[in-house]
């Protein structure tokens, strides 16, 4: 029996399904915008991906040069959807897109045209994804209704107001999950992914307090500064909880302030679930290093002014037998010194900066408590930064910037951030 496939309908209602495509050829006609727009996602999806034009717009020329895309630098021709599972044509002209519609509705591949969507046998939703929920919306053809409601329904799933309770067993291990300088808002995505997931939220003191409100009863909440006094009986103690939790089949999360891999000793709790077999992964965060000088208007580097940036920590003095920090070194460079956990010290390593060629006037500035509402920016130089955080009791956290861009910064006159409110600016003589 030959069923004919039925007629073109102005009618909006699809089937909606969910294709997987890895490894699976998607060809995709035409490398203008809406080609840009689409290909991540088909890569994203594990889809290999042809895309058919004589010219590529230079996002997909760059993923052409890493050869994670095909591409025919021509027009399209009768047969590039051979052995094609889907089909994009988004070209300025219309003939091509009925002949490669035509093409595709022959060898029974679903294709979506891009400039007539009654003409095609496919419609892309707006799609958006919030932990391992994906969302996609088909809207009558209106891609701005269906964006905003794709919108709404994420806002609702990241905020808890939509529940997307799961019914099928988590994989037990740990996640190590940076969450950025202070604020709530600055944690990643796929770090507020990974706490919606958790059993066990193991806490930084520098954790910010807001994230940990947000988690549900259920969730079991460890304080790591109310662990053992002393940085090695606390760490080991911190080791031990996340492999008992994980092997008991909880999923873990290690939330640390800043990111894991930065002054966090978070590869020392990756290295200890290697040893005991305990799957962890990692989630990056935005470094209070780079972030905290940002969000207070201090850029790490400037054209012209400063092209290299060193962070160091300064928990310990200079001198001390423990410490790996080279000062002699570093006061050597000429681009931009970030000190971390380094205000008890400040004194005597400003001191050894000076005494080994960094400049008495070098500009400094240090940000207390960045990106939350109790953020103060004290302006000074390497001189006279002791005396300034001391007068104004500046106290850990703090993030300390030291060269030029300070200078360049404070001639600009610029101090917004995500505390902008809370500044307080105590600029020395040294200083614009």
Same mark, same amino acid.
């Given at each position: 029996?030959?069923?004919?496939?039925?007629?073109?309908?102005?009618?909006?209602?699809?089937?909606?399904?969910?294709?997987? /495509?890895?490894?699976?050829?998607?060809?995709?006609?035409?490398?203008?915008?809406?080609?840009?727009?689409?290909?991540?996602?088909?890569?994203?999806?594990?889809?290999?991906?042809?895309?058919?034009?004589?010219?590529?717009?230079?996002?997909?020329?760059?993923?052409?040069?890493?050869?994670?895309?095909?591409?025919?630098?021509?027009?399209?021709?009768?047969?590039?959807?051979?052995?094609?599972?889907?089909?994009?044509?988004?070209?300025?002209?219309?003939?091509?897109?009925?002949?490669?519609?035509?093409?595709?509705?022959?060898?029974?591949?679903?294709?979506?045209?891009?400039?007539?969507?009654?003409?095609?046998?496919?419609?892309?939703? &707006?799609?958006?994804?919030?932990?391992?929920?994906?969302?996609?919306?088909?809207?009558?053809?209106?891609?701005?209704?269906?964006?905003?409601?794709?919108?709404?329904?994420?806002?609702?799933?990241?905020?808890?107001?939509?529940?997307?309770?799961?019914?099928?067993?988590?994989?037990?291990?740990?996640? /190590?999950?940076?969450?950025?300088?202070?604020?709530?808002?600055?944690?990643?995505?796929?770090?507020?992914?990974?706490?919606?997931? &958790?059993?066990?939220?193991?806490?930084?003191?520098?954790?910010?307090?807001?994230?940990?409100?947000?988690?549900?009863?259920?969730?079991?909440?460890?304080?790591?500064?109310?662990?053992?006094?002393?940085?090695?009986?606390?760490?080991?103690?911190?080791?031990?909880?996340?492999?008992?939790?994980?092997?008991?089949?909880?999923?873990?999360?290690?939330?640390?302030?800043?990111?894991?891999?930065?002054?966090?000793?978070?590869?020392?709790?990756?290295?200890?679930?290697?040893?005991?077999?305990?799957?962890?992964?990692?989630?990056?965060?935005?470094?209070? %290093?780079?972030?905290?000088?940002?969000?207070?208007?201090?850029?790490?580097?400037?054209?012209?002014?400063?092209?290299?940036?060193?962070? &160091?920590?300064?928990?310990?003095?200079?001198?001390?037998?423990?410490?790996?920090?080279?000062?002699?070194?570093? %006061?050597?460079?000429?681009?931009? /010194?970030?000190?971390?956990?380094?205000?008890?010290?400040?004194? /005597?390593?400003?001191?050894?900066?000076?005494?080994?060629?960094?400049?008495?006037?070098?500009?400094?500035?240090?940000?207390?408590?960045?990106?939350?509402?109790?953020?103060?920016?004290?302006?000074?130089?390497?001189?006279?930064?002791?005396?300034?955080?001391?007068?104004?009791?500046?106290? %850990?956290?703090?993030?300390?910037?030291?060269?030029?861009?300070?200078?360049?910064?404070?001639?600009?006159?610029?101090?917004?951030?995500?505390?902008?409110?809370?500044?307080?600016?105590?600029?020395?003589?040294?200083?614009?």
């Amino acid at each position: 029996m030959h069923l004919s496939p039925p007629a073109r309908s102005d009618d909006a209602v699809v089937y909606p399904v969910g294709l997987r /495509l890895a490894g699976r050829l998607v060809v995709v006609v035409g490398g203008g915008q809406v080609a840009q727009r689409r290909v991540p996602g088909l890569l994203a999806a594990g889809a290999v991906v042809r895309v058919v034009s004589p010219w590529l717009r230079p996002a997909l020329e760059g993923l052409v040069s890493l050869d994670e895309v095909a591409w025919s630098a021509r027009g399209y021709a009768p047969g590039d959807l051979a052995e094609a599972w889907y089909a994009i044509v988004a070209t300025d002209d219309p003939a091509v897109n009925v002949a490669v519609v035509a093409e595709a509705d022959r060898r029974r591949v679903f294709c979506v045209r891009a400039d007539d969507a009654r003409d095609s046998s496919a419609w892309t939703p &707006a799609t958006g994804r919030h932990d391992d929920v994906t969302v996609a919306v088909h809207a009558d053809r209106d891609p701005r209704r269906a964006a905003t409601v794709r919108d709404g329904v994420l806002d609702g799933l990241r905020t808890g107001d939509l529940p997307a309770p799961r019914h099928r067993r988590r994989e037990p291990g740990v996640v /190590l999950v940076g969450a950025g300088p202070g604020d709530p808002e600055l944690i990643t995505l796929a770090g507020r992914r990974a706490l919606a997931q &958790a059993d066990v939220v193991v806490a930084d003191r520098l954790s910010p307090g807001a994230l940990l409100d947000e988690l549900p009863p259920h969730v079991e909440v460890i304080d790591a500064a109310k662990l053992p006094r002393g940085r090695s009986a606390q760490q080991d103690t911190i080791n031990r909880l996340l492999v008992e939790h994980a092997r008991a089949g909880q999923r873990v999360v290690r939330l640390k302030g800043g990111d894991p891999f930065v002054f966090g000793r978070g590869f020392e709790e990756l290295m200890f679930c290697a040893e005991f077999g305990v799957p962890c992964s990692v989630v990056p965060g935005v470094t209070s %290093a780079i972030g905290v000088p940002g969000l207070a208007g201090v850029p790490v580097t400037h054209r012209g002014v400063s092209h290299e940036v060193t962070i &160091a920590s300064g928990h310990l003095p200079p001198g001390h037998p423990d410490s790996l920090v080279e000062w002699p070194a570093l %006061a050597r460079l000429r681009g931009t /010194l970030v000190l971390l956990m380094a205000v008890d010290n400040l004194r /005597l390593i400003a001191t050894t900066l000076i005494a080994h060629g960094r400049g008495a006037d070098t500009p400094v500035a240090v940000v207390h408590a960045g990106s939350t509402g109790s953020e103060r920016r004290v302006l000074a130089t390497l001189s006279s930064v002791a005396e300034v955080i001391e007068r104004e009791h500046v106290r %850990a956290p703090a993030t300390v910037v030291v060269g030029d861009v300070v200078a360049v910064a404070a001639a600009a006159g610029v101090g917004a951030g995500a505390a902008a409110a809370a500044h307080t600016d105590v600029v020395t003589s040294g200083l614009p």
